[in-house]
């Protein structure tokens, strides 16, 4: 993958993140609604995943 395309799909996932930040859902896994660790969001700020879905990915 280039570099431009990856620069381009981590905009992606920050905007989704602020998107998150604005609507009150940032912290919450997509997929199952648990809270996310703050550990994994100060490693992976934009992460949309829990650890444990993650995991299952």
């Given at each position: 993958?280039?570099?431009?395309?990856?620069?381009?799909?981590?905009?992606?996932?920050?905007?989704?993140?602020?998107?998150r930040?604005?609507?009150?859902?940032y912290?919450?896994?997509?997929?199952?609604?648990?809270?996310?660790?703050?550990?994994?969001l100060?490693?992976?700020?934009?992460?949309e995943?829990?650890?444990?879905?993650?995991?299952?990915?």
């Open positions: 993958m280039s570099q431009i395309e990856r620069s381009s799909r981590r905009l992606t996932e920050i905007d989704a993140a602020v998107a930040l604005d609507d009150g859902t912290g919450r896994c997509l997929r199952c609604g648990s809270e996310i660790s703050e550990v994994r100060e490693a992976i700020p934009a992460t995943l829990c650890i444990t879905c993650a995991g299952r990915r």
